[in-house]
């Protein structure tokens, strides 16, 4: 089984380097191949996404992404800067599906932003659409008549792109509680009316899962306020960003949360949901779990392993138990030495 190792910028490599620690330490047959991606890329090839990159990508079974973003980029043109890279896999690969797992370890209940008694119901998933809305819709920068610049970013939807991820969704609150909370702004978007008439079409597909739908304001709120009223939630590309993050730092760090972004036929790639945090990177600060969890992720979803999934995600639950804590939950431990907890686990086991 071939993977793709995309290590970015900023702390992506050395969040990757601990989740490839722990995929060698499993002996599966598994070969690894590193190609450059991000601000890293542009670096040494003067593009963010090099076609050697994409070859690779496109060659593997699967891949493992760390984190694209460089300060040093941000006065390039957009289509030369770091996150175009992931943008562009995504795209390019037909990512179109973004399973985003939030729960809370209970260990981690005096880490999240939340008091203890509300932030322990955290389990959701959030599956994000990830090819379309407003991040890859017409846009620029324009003059009004009057003289004005004036920016512009198209949000866009067609039925057939809001069916396949309401079929993403409704499956994956089959597996679940069969409830599937449906995000939009109906209220004010032509787009939203259109992903809730479509949502209510597939319902029709599964009779066993209770379809709701709730206005993105408003699940904003409830995220904070109540979040153990959700298991699924479905919603769009910007929408799906903003509450990805807002979830992670409810259920602890934004340091431990993982995703799978899948194309029609089950091929993914895995990342942390965090970015590059340039300000600590190579200092050993960052949490490498989110990036140890994809890889369980990658195990389960792409390359049917799934009593490997589980036992690396059984050794992360272990090594918090057993008291690694990052700085980010907490603690004082170094990437590495999060990475060295978790190895500990999986030997001790496997012995
Ligand atoms: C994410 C990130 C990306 C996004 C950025 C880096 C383009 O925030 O994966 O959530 O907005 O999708
Ligand atoms: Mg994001």
């Known amino acids: 089984m ?16 601990e989740a490839r620690r722990v995929l060698e330490a499993l002996g599966l047959p598994l070969s690894f191949e590193e190609a450059l991606v991000g601000g890293a890329a542009y670096k040494a090839t003067g593009h963010p996404l090099p076609p050697a990159t994409l070859a690779v990508a496109r060659a593997s079974d699967a891949l493992l992404f760390g984190a694209v973003g460089d300060p040093d980029c941000d006065a390039l043109d957009r289509h030369l800067r770091p996150e175009q890279a992931i943008l562009g896999l995504r795209r390019e690969l037909g990512l179109f599906a973004n399973l985003r797992p939030a729960r809370l370890y209970p260990e981690l209940a005096d880490a999240s932003a939340l008091r203890p008694e509300i932030a322990t119901r955290i389990d959701m998933v959030i599956v994000r659409e990830l090819t379309g809305d407003v991040y890859f819709g017409e846009k620029g920068i324009r003059t009004t008549p009057s003289g004005l610049r004036q920016g512009y970013d198209v949000m866009a939807y067609d039925e057939g792109e809001v069916r396949r991820i309401a079929k993403v969704g409704f499956e994956t609150a089959r597996a679940r509680s069969r409830r599937l909370c449906s995000v939009d ?12 008439d479509v949502m209510i079409e597939e319902a029709a597909h599964y009779p066993d899962v209770e379809l709701s739908h709730m206005y993105v304001d ?20 910007l929408f799906g960003d903003i509450l990805s993050d807002q979830a992670s730092m409810c259920a602890g760090s934004i340091g431990m949360l993982p995703s799978a972004s899948l194309d029609a036929a089950g091929k993914g790639l895995y990342e942390p949901i965090h970015g590059s945090a340039p300000d600590i990177a190579g200092k050993g600060k960052a949490n490498p779990l989110a990036t140890i969890l994809s890889a369980a992720m990658m195990l389960r979803y792409s390359l049917g392993q799934p009593e490997a999934a589980d036992r690396v995600e059984a050794a992360v639950a272990q090594a918090l138990a057993g008291g690694a804590r990052s700085p980010d939950l907490g ?21």
């Open 2 to 17: 071939r993977i793709a190792l995309l290590p970015g910028d900023g702390i992506g490599p050395e969040v990757v380097a």
């Open 331 to 351: 603690g004082a431990r170094s990437t590495r030495e999060m990475g060295d907890a978790v190895l500990a686990v999986l030997q001790a086991a496997i012995v």
């Open 185 to 196: 702004k109906a209220n004010v978007l032509e787009t939203s009316q259109l992903w809730r």
């Open 218 to 237: 408003n699940a904003a709120m409830q995220l904070v306020r109540n979040p153990g009223q959700f298991d699924v939630i479905v919603t769009g590309n």
